[in-house]
């Protein structure tokens, strides 16, 4: 399991958002260029925990969440998370909840 890791939550249906491209970006600070880190699709239930390559050093920085939304709504195609790490030790756990017209994200355990 990578250190940062999501799921995608449809609340209209009160299921997991199965199928979700997802993209990891890194970047040290906001002045800098995004670097893709990794990619995937969530699983049937909604989850991705590899996002990251095992030989990948977690350090300090800026990253971003990128999903690929239009499955879940059509009013918000793309939802980018951002978030700063500090400790790189930690897990990062950013679920995503959505639904036709809105959305919210929390970091979860």
């Not at 990948?56 to 793309?78: I, N, V």
Request: glycine content about 8%; charged content about 20%; hydrophobic content about 35%.
């Amino acid at each position: 399991m990578s250190f940062v890791t999501t799921h995608v939550l449809n609340t209209v249906a009160g299921e997991p958002g199965r199928k979700v491209p997802v993209v990891l970006k890194f970047r040290e600070t906001a002045a800098e260029s995004w670097t893709i880190l990794g990619q995937g699709v969530t699983d049937e239930n909604g989850r991705l925990q590899d996002l990251v390559p095992a030989n990948y050093r977690a350090k300090p920085g800026h990253y971003c969440l990128t999903f690929d939304s239009t499955s879940l709504s059509k009013f918000f195609p793309e939802v980018s998370v951002h978030f700063a790490v500090s400790d790189p030790r930690q897990q990062y756990h950013i679920p995503l909840l959505l639904s036709e017209f809105g959305y919210t994200t929390y970091r979860g355990t």
